[in-house]
T-cell receptor, first 112, second 113 residues
Framework: GEDVEQSLFLSVREGDSSVINCTYTDSSSTYLYWYKQEPGAGLQLLTYIFSNMDMKQDQRLTVLLNKKDKHLSLRIADTQTGDSAIYFCAEEPNTGFQKLVFGTGTRLLVSP | DAGVTQSPTHLIKTRGQQVTLRCSPKSGHDTVSWYQQALGQGPQFIFQYYEEEERQRGNFPDRFSGHQFPNYSSELNVNALLLGDSALYLC????????????FGDGTRLSIL
């Protein structure tokens, strides 16, 4: 089946690191994505990782993938107040099409 | 380079009415997907269009239909609107094939009274 779960809320102080976690169920998923949604806006693609990788780094963002446990995490280094938003994890099941299955999102609040 | 654009940004309808939402994909993209995002939830896949045909569909009733035009733009139509259709409707575009991430527009906020 296809299901993605995330914790609902995370609060950090400016300058700290943030770690947002996600678990998924479809072991056939080829790609896993992180999107950011700010109030009143659509989804902004942050980064993605292919299922045969276990880590990807992109500036302040680090994605870790544990395929055995179907666990994905997004680490944001030196978190800023502008990082406050909802973060969605999404899996792309291996159906041959580009359908995404999203989690319910993690609201990140960064305080000064 | 324009990203994905959607219109209108907001729409208010009453139960039983019909609505059409529009999407222009990012330049160079040929595949359009539609998602419904209810308040406080993650987006749910409605369907995907490629080469002017619906090629995959999520768990949505036939009241939801769509179209893709030769210029790759797309429409989402919803008939016989219900209160539960109130949501943010997101359009995403991509290039067909593997390793092609979807890029989203800002969505259309649909409110049903």
């Amino acid at each position: 089946g296809e299901d993605v779960e995330q914790s609902l809320f995370l609060s950090v102080r400016e300058g700290d690191s943030s770690v947002i976690n996600c678990t998924y169920t479809d072991s056939s998923s080829t790609y896993l994505y992180w999107y950011k949604q700010e109030p009143g806006a659509g989804l902004q693609l942050l980064t993605y990782i292919f299922s045969n990788m276990d880590m990807k780094q992109d500036q302040r963002l680090t994605v870790l993938l544990n395929k055995k446990d179907k666990h994905l995490s997004l680490r944001i280094a030196d978190t800023q107040t502008g990082d406050s938003a909802i973060y969605f994890c999404a899996e792309e099941p291996n159906t041959g099409f580009q359908k995404l299955v999203f989690g319910t999102g993690t609201r990140l609040l960064v305080s000064p | 380079d324009a990203g994905v654009t959607q219109s209108p940004t907001h729409l208010i309808k009453t139960r039983g009415q019909q609505v059409t939402l529009r999407c222009s994909p990012k330049s160079g993209h040929d595949t359009v997907s539609w998602y419904q995002q209810a308040l406080g939830q993650g987006p749910q896949f409605i369907f995907q269009y490629y080469e002017e045909e619906e090629r995959q569909r999520g768990n949505f009733p036939d009241r939801f239909s769509g179209h893709q035009f030769p210029n790759y733009s797309s429409e989402l139509n919803v008939n016989a609107l219900l209160l539960g259709d109130s949501a943010l409707y997101l359009c995403a575009s991509s290039l067909d094939g593997g390793n092609q991430p979807q890029h989203f527009g800002d969505g259309t906020r649909l409110s049903i009274l």
